[in-house]
């Protein structure tokens, strides 16, 4: 049971453009989502979080929005840049569950088109 | 530097044999995690360390699979008798802490197994 999907593998946006990745989850006890962006053989890196308390946070380019009712969020980056392509993981946790496993959607291959 | 490190970066191993391999998490973190990332897949969670509490083995696909933590430390995973469905990226996490709120991970660069 995949308990977060990021249903698009790939996507290519222009330079400047806005770049939108999307990501939804089942578990309504999730409570706190993060992005990461992976380059190839390296680790994961962290880009920006939100807390199930708030429907949008803001950190330079990257804009992260949750919608609980529907259990989507999507990261937007604007302007995109051609430093930007990677693969886009969404997570996402439950602390009232009492664990702090994070789950991982299966990634977003983004690529910026200079 | 001050990031998680995992050694070895590459291991080739043939089917059958035993690996270790290690993960040395960013100092102060309290919790440590880990995951594997097949050819194409997303990451799939492992197993998870907090402090002096029993490690959560959910994720362990089997008991050829084990990991061990020193303390807020060091942290070895074992697999023995590997299989070539065992080939995959190994990353480790660390995060300042879990129980009294949530914190980002921050991943090592992986340990890439190839079981042949």
């Known amino acids: 049971d995949q308990q977060v999907k990021q249903n698009s593998p790939s996507l290519s946006v222009q330079e400047g453009r806005i770049s939108i990745l999307n990501c939804d989850y089942t578990n309504s006890m999730f409570d706190y989502f993060l992005w990461y962006k992976k380059y190839p053989a390296e680790g994961p890196t962290f880009l920006i979080s939100?807390?199930?308390?708030?429907d949008k946070n803001e950190d330079g380019r990257f804009t992260v929005f949750l919608n609980k009712s529907a259990k989507h969020l999507s990261l937007h980056i604007v302007p995109s840049q051609p430093g930007d392509s990677a693969v886009y993981f969404c997570a996402a946790s439950s602390l009232p569950s009492g664990t702090y496993k994070y789950i991982f959607g299966t990634g977003t291959r983004l690529k910026v088109l200079a | 530097g001050a990031g998680v490190s995992q050694s070895p970066s590459n291991k080739v191993t043939e089917k059958g044999k035993d690996v270790e391999l290690r993960c040395d998490p960013i100092s102060g973190h309290t919790a440590l995690y880990w995951y594997r990332q097949r050819l194409g897949q997303g990451l799939e969670f492992l197993i998870y360390?907090?402090?002096?509490?029993?490690?959560?083995k959910s994720g362990l696909p089997s008991d050829r699979f084990s990991a061990e933590r020193t303390g807020e430390s060091v942290s070895t995973l074992t697999i023995q008798r590997t299989q070539q469905e065992d080939s995959a990226v190994y990353l480790c996490?660390?995060?300042?802490?879990?129980?009294?709120?949530?914190?980002?991970?921050?991943f090592g660069n992986g340990t890439r197994l190839t079981v042949t």
């Open positions: 360390f907090q402090g002096n509490s029993a490690p959560d």
């Open positions: 996490a660390s995060s300042l802490q879990a129980g009294q709120g949530q914190s980002p991970l921050h």
């Open positions: 939100i807390s199930s308390i708030k």
